[in-house]
């Protein structure tokens, strides 16, 4: 079939009119994803730790004192979960060395012994304290333990390094914590008080295994009157 030239114009016209008229595309806006929030983290429970000495063993003048030692002297009490306290204020008869577990907040209650010098009349009650040598007289302060040791006299003991003007002779002196008779819980029944020492904290030998362990290096024995 012959198409005249007039009708391929009037075709082409057509189709171009025909694209002319059609709707252009309509761009459809870009949605992004949100992103779904975090999960909320778990609520950690807060941990009230335990009252510290609730028997109320430790006069509380004391407990103060000690626990500021252990910030005072931190770069030698380099252990804090236990500290050392020993109060002489309290008759030689009584308990007055404690074991504070700064962790569960139990106290437990030894007896320990003050040097003869100290206490002239045999009273019973450390009444001058002192850090000179020969004067067998006990120190007060701030201690930090030094770890077990063993003497020809005294034999298993734990030592001391004194860490305040008022006790850093304690080395020289031999001041330690070591068993004695006359601290025995059968002395105490005969005599109604302890024997004194020469400066030394001197404890029942049934006591002294189980201090001279768990004391060991780096703790706190802070003694006060």
């Not at 025909?18 to 870009?30: D, H, K, M, N, Q």
């Not at 068993?179 to 105490?188: H, R, S, T």
């Not at 004391?215 to 802070?222: A, K, N, P």
Request: charged share 20%; glycine share 10%.
């Amino acid at each position: 079939m012959r198409l005249s030239r007039r009708g391929l114009i009037l075709g082409g016209s057509a189709m171009l009119a025909g694209c002319a008229t059609a709707p252009a595309a309509v761009e459809r806006p870009i949605v992004l994803a949100e992103t779904p929030p975090p999960p909320p983290l778990p609520r950690i429970p807060q941990i009230t730790p335990p009252p510290l000495d609730p028997q109320r063993l430790v006069r509380p003048e004391l407990m103060s004192r000690a626990m500021a030692a252990l910030d005072v002297h931190s770069h030698k009490i380099t252990l804090r979960d236990r500290m050392y306290l020993v109060d002489f204020q309290k008759f030689s008869g009584e308990e007055r060395l404690y074991e504070v577990d700064l962790i569960g907040g139990r106290v437990t209650a030894f007896r320990t012994c003050h040097g003869r010098g100290s206490d002239p009349q045999h009273s019973g009650y450390a009444r001058r304290f002192s850090n000179t040598p020969d004067s067998h007289m006990s120190s007060v302060g701030a201690y930090a333990t030094a770890g077990a040791g063993w003497g020809a006299q005294q034999g298993p003991n734990v030592l001391l390094d004194g860490l305040e003007y008022s006790n850093n002779l304690a080395r020289d002196r031999a001041i330690i914590i070591h068993g004695a008779d006359y601290a025995d819980p059968e002395f105490l029944a005969r005599e109604g008080k302890l024997g004194r020492s020469y400066g030394c904290f001197s404890t029942a030998h049934t006591d002294l295994p189980m201090l001279r362990e768990r004391m060991g290096e780096g703790r706190l024995l802070f003694a006060a009157a």
